[in-house]
């Protein structure tokens, strides 16, 4: 993935992470099933798509400590 979409996505509010997560979430269920039945025709798709879910997946946890700081 590009920096400057790694910034944006950084720069995002936690509730657009959540739909964005959702949203890779889905890809992949639907990747998954499509490559069990047939061969993907690009299946580097499955790779990227998991280490997007799993960046999101980091900056929302960065969100929410960041969040708990800021309650303290």
Known sequence: MKTKDKMHLKNLSALELKAELRQAREKQ????????????????????LRRKIAMLETFLREKDSQAAGAKK
Do not use: I
């Open 29 to 48: 269920f639907t990747l998954s099933f499509k490559h069990a039945t047939t061969p993907l025709t690009n299946p580097l798709e499955m790779r990227t």
